[in-house]
């Protein structure tokens, strides 16, 4: 198929189904709010995870490091919150914006935080192979997105996760610009 | 106040009304389920975090790093729901020896997993100070302990958090410690 990488150039990738060079939702976030343990790809000690759409699914594979464990073998379950908490808030971004019509690199930016996570675990998590986030968008109703994820390691769902997502209130995007460090501003995330 | 710190040693703590010398809930793990990323001693990368009682309710404070954050000045949420699940399962394991009126270092181990976790972010959680967890035990019954959180942060309420744990199956316990390999045992986390 053809795509094009992050630099533009057009590159003909021979037995795959996607791109993989294609950016990610998180590439396109602002570099002032790209500091995420979880997301952020300019946080060098964190996950940096990536998403992409995949057809009406928003997808992410990660590869748990070594010491990600709960029990020797297993994924730790703060782990697995992280995965499902930054993938729905990337999948919610993403879907605001095709929402609107709009590309992610379009301003204004769209920012979403975390009003609720809800995790069941429903077998242990290996740890050695890569697991796979799919995301569905529930619903998006003003600035709140309901997102629901399987994580799968094996072919097998581990874990199931829901999120509510709600768009960043604009004085903590200002915040994050260091327009203005008033702390009475910055209490109440959801506005 | 006296109290005795890890090395049994006879000390005299002035001023305080608690003893930060005492063992913490996860000192007690066996060493083989001691590498948990969140509340394991033994993960050197790890949170490491602490919990002890605090008359019928359970305490942790942690200090956030410094590249914890979810935009600058702010934690990010999957760190709050680790902290969340990691305290809430020791809590429960805690509860559990409690109930059998049982010191944690007396044998059968009694370990938990986290079954479902929920948490709602109440507001953005600051990054600079401590945070404090504190966990009251809503229900015990059966294999399963229900746990209920606050995650503050200069005294006000940051996240609130709801675990059902339960009590590690003996295969998996089994497992961490090496005794079979089997993985058609290894299905199935709660029993």
Known sequence: MLCYNEAGAERLIKGEDRCMARKAFQDYYPDDVSYCYGCGRLNEHGLQIKSYWDGE??????????????????????????????????????????????????????????????????????????????????????????????LSARGEVCARGEVVAVQMPDHLLRTSRGEHKNPSEQAGLIA
Chains 1, 2 share one sequence.
């Not at 010491?67 to 879907?95: F, K, Q, R, W």
């Open 57 to 150: 699914e928003a997808v992410c594979t990660f590869q748990p490091r070594s010491y990600h464990l709960a029990i020797p073998g297993y994924v730790y379950g703060g782990l697995i919150a992280s995965l499902i908490d930054c993938h729905s808030t990337g999948t919610a971004a993403a879907a605001a914006y095709r929402a609107q019509g709009r590309a992610m690199d379009t301003d204004p930016p769209l920012r979403f935080v975390t009003a609720s996570l809800h995790v069941d675990y429903v077998r242990p998590t290996p740890i050695e192979e890569p697991l796979e986030l799919r995301s569905q968008v529930k619903e998006i109703k003003g600035r709140k997105v309901a997102i629901s994820t399987t």
